[in-house]
């Protein structure tokens, strides 16, 4: 493994958060964060709003941004890119000169969830529930302190930003102050599934992770440390602060619809010997746990599936001590 560590770290600072809560909509987006219905991820110096797995509002020093689709409402000019467009408050005209409200990027959000990542979309479903910020949270349950987790490259690899990462979900472990990265993945992404005598591609990805976590340990503990401040300030709710970063990068696998009801457009390969063997294997648990090629795997599509996620949220917060605790022996 390198043991240098590249110029740029990961960072976790917003030094305008100050300068935000004097906004206009602060309000708005901290009551809708309070209730779980948006999950606030700090970056560096800017924070983002997401709604449904879909990053719905960014906020820089002076600025709101959204992606060009929910600010116009569905609406894109032929052969024109996406890209994202700023204003400076809410509500605000667009380019077709409609009045857009928050809700009305929110909508756009939900609209497009299931069309885009459904494994965005599943995992949304821990914002209610988990985040550090929602007085909905399950008791005593991991705390969701982050999504989307992005690190630079490392050692020479960092001078082309080859093999940057970016990991799913951030969990702190209350008891132990641990923090406890996850990816997600759906159950026929072909990544996660490979015929006989070979690794899915998945193992190498999740090799990089623990590498990353390896490698920048120090700076993930200061860096969410401070976060905690800024997020206690901005939505009057803290966390404790982290002690340490379990060294493995589990995989959530999620299914390939997203509700019970609909079908999958997705189809299932014709050989899998992987993944599919132990999804079918029974257990008398919700999540099953397995270890297999040094990857760590949670079978969550029992708890993600349901539309009530609520009566689920216990079954999950179980299976991630249930998985934590594998990991440290």
């Excluded at 032929?78 to 000169?97: L, M, V």
């Excluded at 349950?141 to 799913?168: C, H, Q, Y």
């Amino acid at each position: 493994m390198s043991q240098n560590v590249p110029e740029k770290q990961f960072a976790r600072k917003f030094a305008h958060h100050v300068k935000f809560k004097q906004c206009d909509t602060y309000e708005e987006l901290k009551a809708k964060v309070r209730d779980g219905v948006l999950f606030p991820a700090i970056r560096e110096n800017t924070l983002d709003f997401y709604c449904s797995g879909q990053r719905a509002v960014r906020r820089t020093r002076d600025t709101y941004k959204s992606n060009d689709w929910f600010v116009n409402r569905g609406k894109r000019r032929p052969g024109a890119k996406s890209k994202d467009i700023s204003f400076p408050t809410f509500p605000f005209k667009n380019e077709y000169g409609e009045i857009v409200h928050l809700n009305a990027i929110l909508d756009m959000c939900r609209a497009r969830a299931q069309d885009g990542s459904l494994e965005s979309y599943q995992l949304s479903k821990v914002y209610t529930y988990f985040s550090f910020a929602s007085i909905h949270a399950v008791n005593n349950a991991p705390i969701l302190l982050d999504v989307e987790a992005r690190f630079a490259s490392l050692g020479e690899a960092a001078k082309t930003n080859k093999d940057a990462s970016m990991i799913d979900l951030v969990f702190l472990l209350p008891e132990k102050r641990e923090l406890l990265f996850v990816e997600g993945k759906r159950r026929f992404d072909p990544r996660i599934r490979k015929s006989a005598g070979k690794k899915p591609e998945v193992v190498d990805q999740v090799l990089r992770y623990k590498e990353q976590l390896e490698a920048r340990k120090n700076q993930i503990i200061q860096e969410y440390t401070l976060a905690a401040e800024v997020m206690d300030d901005l939505f009057g709710f803290t966390f404790i602060t982290p002690k340490s970063v379990l060294p493995e990068v589990p995989i959530l696998v999620v299914d390939d619809k997203a509700t019970p009801a609909e079908g999958s457009t997705r189809q299932q390969p014709s050989k899998d010997t992987w993944l599919e063997p132990e999804l079918a294997a029974s257990t008398d648990t919700p999540c099953k746990i397995w270890h297999k090629d040094g990857v760590w795997l949670m079978d969550a599509r029992g708890v993600f599936m349901p539309q009530d996620f609520a009566g689920a949220a216990r079954h999950f917060a179980q299976g991630l001590n249930a998985l934590a605790e594998k990991i440290r022996r």
